[in-house]
């Protein structure tokens, strides 16, 4: 049976920045979640940060300027966060080597997980097209990533090319 890899905090699970989730009550999670296809990962948690922990921001950037060390991922307050962010990815991407998952769904916006667009690094609320380091990294190894708002393509995804 496929995986899927999924943030945790789309999960219920309080590992956000701000301590809290991002829940996201959809029937196909729940077969998922219920077929046993969900392997939940925060790939910040995993790096050993904090909850809460200050808000980050991909500075001037992208996921694949982060890990191509052409930016950082920089804290409010300035500090630089980008070794924990990598690490995150890393994990991901290992727990998807470990499951032979190539379909994930993460937390849109996150400068980790964003898929289709991230703040802009400047703490002002404002959202820019790009990616996060975690999404970047897991595309560079050919697994597929969509957003919570992008279930149904992630199901299709899923099931498309299953046995």
């Known amino acids: 049976m496929r995986k899927v890899l999924m943030s945790a905090c789309l999960l219920g699970k309080k590992v956000r920045y701000d301590g809290g989730s991002l829940s996201v009550h959809d029937q196909l999670i729940e077969r998922w979640v219920s077929e046993g296809r969900v392997v939940s990962v925060c790939p910040e948690v995993e790096a050993g940060m904090s909850i809460p922990r200050n808000p980050a921001e991909i500075f001037q950037g992208n996921g ?36 032979s998952i190539d379909i994930a769904v993460l937390a849109e916006s996150s400068p980790s997980c964003g898929s289709s667009f991230i703040y802009d690094g400047s703490f002002s609320g404002n959202r820019s097209p790009g990616i996060g380091v975690t999404v970047a990294l897991l595309r560079r190894h050919g697994i597929q990533v969509f957003s919570q708002h992008e279930i149904a393509d992630a199901n299709r995804a899923l099931h498309a090319t299953s046995a």
């Open 64 to 99: 694949y300027m982060v890990l191509d060390g052409e930016t950082d991922v920089v804290e409010k307050g300035g500090n630089v966060v980008t070794d924990e962010f990598i690490a995150g990815a890393s994990i991901a991407l290992e727990l998807c080597k470990k499951f």
